[in-house]
């Protein structure tokens, strides 16, 4: 069985084909410019390598509803022209194989508890801290959806007292996103994050807000592994302190060795590494 | 079908008998002192009436998981006696039917999903906010489980500005149960909460943390319904002052009717009333 996989973000769509296994056999990677020049390049991709199911996973908000007349649209993106555009229609348009339709973040925590970090469980988080924070949760083995899909990214956190910067959200300030993005870490420091690397106060003050938020995912769905990725991520001194933050801000209020024991296996690096969103999508295709 | 009910709370296990309709035909209230006390009446009400399966939702935390050594305790509760209580195993011993076993609050979300305010719904919260915070949710029409058991009730909220109040958690002091929760209402003010009915300034700084962690709570799971109990929330001039909050801080964020439309009927009490937690047992025993 050979599946297709689209990882389709505001910046760039990649495009692979792969395995059941999770393997990669193909990929290619394709500008985010307007839909009809975009998904032109996808679909002249995918219509000479044939495939038995198609997986996407998307940013968002996208209606996951099948019961909705809008299913399968990007909805109500501030990004311009993608704003309300069908993007399964279009591809149903011109393939008539199974389509597996979820958000970016969702799909990759599926393909990291099919292939990657979260092997063999049946819960897991993924988060990805790059322009934006998104999160996507496996839980009781499936992905978590509801009124809509998550949108954790936007949780509310406490500012810390020496921390003036007042967020860069436009709807929430100073919510998780707003404090903790790559954009937030720019506009606090006046420097990009990578130019930051060997300034201790930037990552402490940004593991203090991504702690916060891994408490409240850790009280709230209780994931059995969570993992983390995106750009700012590469940083990885930031592992460390956000552990350490984490099990601070807890307590000892939840008594698990996850957390008291072994919270370095438990908070964690993608398994998948950058592929962790391109698998996300072959992982959609499979489950179909 | 003859259904056995549990729900085992800190100061009272309440028992019953019920239909797969989730009809209450019989109750009595024990109060909880030590196991051996308690548990000899509630076998005692049982042994005389004959049941095909029975559920038990409890205070917690408990041990769910199936695999473990000590599935069915009541673990690490400061509630002196029943620290490592083998609850479900003293059960077993005595009555043969199937039995099922699971929080006091994910038990009456069940509930409410079978029978109540969500009924019909494969996702809703339920919160009780009384002398703590618990919260149960069901999510793609399972229970919320994961590494352990929700503990939503302790998530990291903002301290109001002008509140002094430090918070009552133990572990965390203040969390959301640290300022809300009814002996935190208390400490505040040095009155009880009923007694202040009519002062407008405690119920607006109530309604501010409630209405943060059910933006969490909506932003992490995203619930279909969202059904708020307990003896704090009898004051029900609180649920207005809860909604309004809560559409504010998500300002306009997330784009459904639910809460741009209707959230009187999104943001409610519970549809069972004070059977909610009963009834919930009831649902996990119909389950099995």
Tied chains: 1, 2.
């Excluded at 769509?13 to 990677?29: A, H, K, L």
């Excluded at 199911?53 to 007349?69: I, M």
């Excluded at 979820?102 to 925590?109: E, I, L, R, Y």
């Excluded at 949760?137 to 509310?156: T, W």
């Amino acid at each position: 069985m050979r599946l297709g996989a689209i990882e389709a973000g505001g910046t760039k769509f990649v495009c692979g084909i792969g395995t059941e296994q999770g393997e990669v056999i193909e990929r290619i990677s394709i500008p985010t410019t307007t839909p009809e020049e975009t998904l032109e390049q996808v679909i002249g991709f995918f219509k000479t390598r044939e495939v038995d199911a198609l997986g996407v996973g998307s940013f968002g908000p996208v209606d996951l509803d099948h019961a909705s007349p809008t299913y399968g649209y990007i909805t109500s993106t501030p990004k311009r022209h993608w704003n309300s555009f069908n993007l399964v229609g279009e591809l149903k348009k011109r393939f008539s194989v199974p389509i597996g339709f979820d958000t970016d973040v969702n799909a990759a925590a599926l393909g990291e508890s099919v292939w990657g970090a979260a092997k063999g469980l049946d819960s897991c988080l993924y988060m990805t801290v790059g322009t934006g924070i998104g999160v996507g949760a496996v839980s009781e083995g499936k992905l978590v959806h509801g009124m809509l899909h998550p949108e954790m990214g936007h949780i509310l956190v406490r500012r810390h007292e020496e921390d003036p910067f007042r967020g860069s959200c436009p709807f929430h300030g100073d919510c998780l996103e707003g404090m903790a993005a790559g954009p937030a870490i720019e506009a606090r420091w006046g420097t990009k994050g990578v130019e930051l690397a060997g300034d201790s106060k930037v990552w402490e003050l940004e593991a203090y807000y991504l702690a916060q938020a891994l408490v409240n995912y850790i009280l709230i769905l209780s994931p059995k592994k969570i993992i983390i990725g995106g750009g700012v991520m590469k940083q990885e001194q930031l592992f460390p302190l956000v552990r350490e933050q984490t099990v601070k801000l807890l307590n000892g209020y939840i008594q698990h060795d996850n957390l008291l024991k072994t919270i370095d296996q438990y908070i964690v690096p993608p398994g998948l590494g950058d592929n962790a969103g391109l698998c996300g999508a072959l992982a959609l295709a499979k489950g179909l």
